[in-house]
């Protein structure tokens, strides 16, 4: 009897705990709310713009919103945490973000299994007074559910989802597209600059910081940072003293008729800085994806897919990322763990980490040179393509340490004259090899085979590039062993003779 009153007890409790405080059905141009918890919630509803403030700090408030609107917004502040159930929600904002958290605590997006929701924002003009995002949170964002998530943003300066802090996704097919313009392009500062095309310096230079010079130098100590250049022309710098031998840079590559019309790019991150850049999923926080199917389409130059500025994780999950800018970015570690990640970059680098004190690395770096590595394979599949060319990469980590430690890995890319970022002898726990010269053609399966002729791994790479820059690793390479890797027009044969082999 005692454990019958137990269990009964149990379930009741379950059954609160899974009731919505907060039922929101959207029907055209309408809302209507229905509210269990009324203490310290405050609701208002002005057609289908619903905007939801709670006070309490303890309980997890729970909102399970359905129905459909081409004219809507949710809105939710609330002090403690809250978990949005999804439930074949079709939802349209014609200017801001459908879904506005601002919420300091976490929140949770949870689509409902077997449900398919889609929030869609076709302006974000109004900057001030919305959030130029489909999903925008102030705070840490859930996004999980075993059912679908399909993320449109058409407007100008329209991101599909943004947080203030970290991201995590599991279990969710979601997929995000973004096509909209850019809002303005902000003005030039450090991490590159555009020269114009009669090489005259009318923008100016950017602010540079310090870096020492080589041993042998009369600046041991080097020379501190000095400020940007004005525009209009270089300044008098008068005497300037002696640095002594500079480090030699290798072979830098052509940029054509004397002038770089591009501005500096790749290993020197010349990046354009854009306002309300489209973006497809970013965070001023960490970005985690554990599990689950995440496609990100991105449309406009400048568009990155997944930019996570305290880093990226890629835990599991099948991810396909495909833009016009950086697949993936971060401005801290980018780790691929047990993922299945296709990351495609029609105008620049696939994956792209700019770790704050990785750059200038080549010239002995400077005491607070991170030396912690800025991508890291330990697992899955990681096909990182770039279709530019040179300077462009697969994986680009701007000097900064690239460790390999396990993982199927295939980049293709241009590189920096050649010479992409790579892993060391000591950084490769995995043999790897770098091939410079690979032919690819498009749609053309390109095999890596051992000695036997066994089949390692097979791709399809959805461009040409006739000479590709490409790391090449697999759980099944050993050190002393013979593999080929082989395409149309193209086949090498290499020994593995140490963890990190160059292969011309």
Known sequence: MKRMLIWALALMMGSVCDA????????????????????SVTVKVQGANVDIESLYKDHKLTLLVKGKSNDGQLTLKTAGKAKIKLDNLNLTSQEGAPICLKNKKKVEIVAHKGTENTLTVTAC????????????????????????LNIIATGDGCRGIKAKKDITIEEL????????????????GFGGFQMPNDSTLKAGFPNFPNFPMPNDSTMKGGFPGFPGFPGGG??????????????????????????????????????????????????????????????????????????????????????????????????????????????????NDAVDSNPENGFFMPFGGNANQDTAPAIIVRGG????????????????????????????????????????????????????????????VKDEPISVCDEKGKRLDTIKVPFAMRRS????????????????????????????KENFTTVR
């Open 20 to 39: 919505e405080d907060i039922t929101i059905t959207y029907n055209g141009s309408k809302a209507k709310v229905k509210q269990s918890v009324k203490d």
């Open 125 to 148: 003009s109004d900057t001030v007074n919305h959030k130029g995002a489909v999903i925008w949170a102030k705070g840490k964002l859930l996004l999980s559910g075993k059912g679908v």
């Open 173 to 188: 097919t979601l997929n995000v597209t973004t096509s909209g313009n850019h809002l303005g392009e902000k003005p030039f």
């Open 234 to 347: 270089m300044p008098d710098f008068g005497n300037m003293p002696d640095f002594g031998n500079m480090p030699d840079f290798g072979n830098m590559p052509p940029f054509g008729n004397d002038s770089i019309e591009g501005g500096f790019g790749g290993g020197f991150a010349g990046k354009h800085k854009y306002v309300a850049s489209t973006k497809g999923i970013a965070s001023k926080g960490k970005i985690t994806i554990n599990s689950g199917n995440v496609t990100v389409r991105t449309n406009t130059a400048g568009a990155e897919g997944i930019e996570g500025k305290k880093g990226v994780v890629f835990n599991g999950g099948n991810i396909d990322v495909m833009t016009p800018d950086d697949a993936v970015n971060a401005n801290a570690t980018i780790e691929f763990n047990g993922a299945n990640v296709i990351a495609r970059s029609t105008g």
């Open 381 to 440: 599949t990681v096909y990182a393509w770039s279709q530019v060319g040179s300077p462009e990469e697969g994986m680009d980590c701007d000097f900064a340490p690239l460790a390999i430690e396990g993982g199927t890995i295939f980049t293709v890319g241009g590189g920096m004259g050649e010479m992409p970022s790579v892993p060391t002898i000591a950084t490769a726990k995995q043999p790897t090899v770098l091939l410079i010269g690979l032919n690819v």
């Open 469 to 496: 820059a490409s790391l090449v690793s697999s759980p099944a390479f050993k050190i002393g062993s013979t593999y080929t890797v082989k395409t149309k027009g193209y086949e090498k044969t290499f020994t593995i």
